[in-house]
């Protein structure tokens, strides 16, 4: 049985609603399933889950949270190398920027993206809620 983090920071509920359902698609398929905000979770914790799937929402000038979430991302940044891994989150406005950046920043901390990234404008809708469970899936298998 996989054993998997799913972090995250939200803010207005909408990536929290995405993670809740990461975390059915992961149990679904037989993981055992950590939900943390990101303020529960350090780099020391990494290399207790097979897999972890990180959630934020953009901010801003399109990135990430900076004042839990940027910090917790940047102190497991050097234990992601050959990681599973997974990212998500909503937006409000902009391009899906913060994602792209994002994913770059994985790929050169080393880190296996399991599957495509999820993202929803806004609030997720029922497409959006089952692509975060089929990614919760991914992560599992």
């Known amino acids: 049985m996989s054993k998997i983090a799913v972090v995250y920071w939200s803010g207005t509920g909408n990536t ?3 993670a809740n359902a990461v975390a059915e698609g992961a149990k679904a398929a037989g993981a055992e399933v950590s939900v943390l905000v990101c303020t529960d979770f350090s780099g020391a914790q990494v290399k207790e889950f097979d897999a972890i799937a990180f959630g934020c929402p953009a901010m801003g000038n399109e990135v990430l949270e900076e004042y839990d979430f940027q910090p917790m991302f940047d102190g497991c940044a050097s234990e992601l190398n050959g990681k599973r891994i997974a990212l998500f989150g909503s937006y409000g406005w902009g391009n899906g920027e913060w994602m792209s950046d994002w994913e770059g920043t994985c790929n ?19 497409a959006a809620v089952e692509a975060c469970k089929a990614l919760g899936a991914a992560l599992a298998g």
């Open 108 to 126: 050169e901390a080393g880190a296996n993206l399991v599957c495509d990234s999820v993202t929803c404008l806004e609030a997720p809708d029922d």
């Open 16 to 18: 929290e609603a995405m």
